[in-house]
């Protein structure tokens, strides 16, 4: 569920006409409501009630600062997977102790500023990283809290590109490995291994893959704790997908997936962490765009807007389908239309939709892409010069633009021109 419904045949985002947003701001742009981010956290939040746990947002899928702002009063913590996202989880309030550091390459300055400024704990991918993270430890005479996430070589059963689980994949050591390591871990003095980290994948549609990776997880925490390792921390990844196909996708929710977690690790008595991004923002975030020209083919007709696919790559990148809805809703008995749903850059790939049969449209009516809170503003890049498009953050009957469209000047000087010209 989420806040952006139709009222008398406009849509809304919570109490705010979406109309209102485009006449002021412009479009395309991209607009989150505060209310379905609340409430997905907390969906989570109560999803592993009864357990010591932390929600770690994955902010890769949107970490503007006010979105930031708005978990973290929440209590969220964050999963950050570069020094930019570290710096900027920082800048948004939140205390390094509710920070996890994931990602495959820590650089060593990274590695400097998140032990300096706080960390909850570095997710370990490699004994090359945890040898850099003991080093930088040493020298700074402190121990790096690490969990060391493990391969566990499970089918998420999801797009290639965004499927991390497989022994294929470049992510974490393969579990049958991971005696070995700790024991090496553990050998360390710059580091305290505190728990196990796991991630296979984004958006699952089924638990069972996650299932049978906790399973992996439970049985190597008491292998570990055999061997005298004391874990007490479990870090479980994020991935649960979300319905982007409205009309014919459910998804397990997240009470659903909180349910397998205790059933599966709740006998340990570890900590619990789960670092959710896209369920949390997903359906929290539409893409607001205007149509340029409906344009008629020789056998099709092309809905030309003026979103493009560097402002949502998704399409493009792996195929996704995202809802596309008339910001007002046609009248009762009108006759639908079928389009290719396009955008103005110089690729053919900059193709939203193909077929898509929807309400009639016309050249300054506007739509919106669904489910596009996450990985869309962030993906988005200025391909073809197109600068970036605003975000705007609503809550009840208030919006607030909270990154300000670039003008041209502004995009061109960030340009620096050498001396020879
Ligand atoms: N934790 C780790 C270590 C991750 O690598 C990811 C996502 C997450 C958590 C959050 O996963 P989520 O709950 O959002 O599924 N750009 C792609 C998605 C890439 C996901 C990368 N890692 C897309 O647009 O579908």
Redesign the pocket.
């Known amino acids: 569920m989420d806040h952006f419904l139709y009222r008398d045949g406009t849509l809304f985002a919570e109490d705010v006409p979406v109309a209102e947003i485009a006449a002021q701001v412009g479009t395309p742009f991209y607009c989150y409501s505060t209310a379905t981010f609340e409430r997905h956290f907390r969906l989570f939040d109560e999803a592993l009630e009864g357990t010591d746990h932390l929600v770690c947002y994955?902010m890769?899928?949107a970490s503007n600062q006010a979105i930031l702002k708005t978990l973290a009063a929440l209590g969220a913590g964050m999963?950050v997977?570069s020094g930019g996202e570290y710096a900027r989880a920082k800048a948004a309030g939140v205390p390094g102790d509710r920070i996890v550091f994931?990602g495959v390459g820590k650089t060593c300055e990274e590695i400097h500023a998140a032990l300096t400024g706080g960390i909850r704990q570095f997710n370990v991918e490699s004994e090359p990283e945890m040898a850099a993270i003991n080093q930088v430890a040493l020298e700074l005479g402190v121990k790096a809290p690490i969990t060391i996430r493990v391969n566990p070589d499970v089918d998420a059963k999801t797009h290639a590109k965004?499927a991390?689980g497989k022994s294929e994949n470049k992510f974490g050591i393969p579990i049958s490995r991971a005696r070995e390591v700790y024991a090496h871990a553990a050998s360390l003095s710059g580091l305290d291994v505190i728990g196990i980290d796991v991630?296979i994948g984004?958006?699952l549609t089924q638990l069972e893959p996650f299932r049978l990776a906790y399973e992996k997880v439970a049985e190597l925490t008491e292998t570990l704790r055999a061997d005298g390792h004391n874990i007490r921390r479990l870090d479980l990844?994020?991935?649960?997908g979300i319905p982007y196909e409205r009309s014919n996708e459910a998804p397990p929710l997240p009470v659903e997936y909180g349910a397998m977690v205790k059933e599966t690790l709740g006998h340990l008595g570890c900590e619990l962490e789960i670092?959710?991004?896209?369920?949390i923002a997903g359906n929290a975030g539409i893409m607001v765009s205007k149509v340029i020209y409906v344009k008629e083919g020789e056998d099709r007709q092309f809905m030309i807007i003026d979103g493009a696919m560097n402002d949502l790559i998704?399409p493009a990148m792996?195929e996704?389908h995202h809802d596309i809805i008339p910001v007002v809703e046609a009248a009762p008995g009108e006759e639908p239309a079928t389009y290719d749903i396009v955008g103005p850059v110089c690729e053919s790939g900059d193709t939203f939709a193909k077929g898509r049969t929807m309400s009639e449209v016309k050249a300054d009516d506007l739509v919106a892409f669904r489910s596009a809170g996450?990985?869309g503003a962030v993906?988005a890049s200025e391909y073809n010069s197109r600068p970036l498009i605003p975000e705007v953050l609503v809550k009840d009957d208030q919006f607030a633009v909270i990154r300000p469209r670039p003008t041209f000047e502004e995009m061109i000087n960030r340009d620096t021109i050498p001396e020879w010209l």
């Open positions: 994955a890769k899928a999963d997977v994931s965004i991390t991630h984004s958006q990844g994020g991935g649960l670092e959710p991004g896209r369920l998704r792996y996704a996450a990985y993906m």
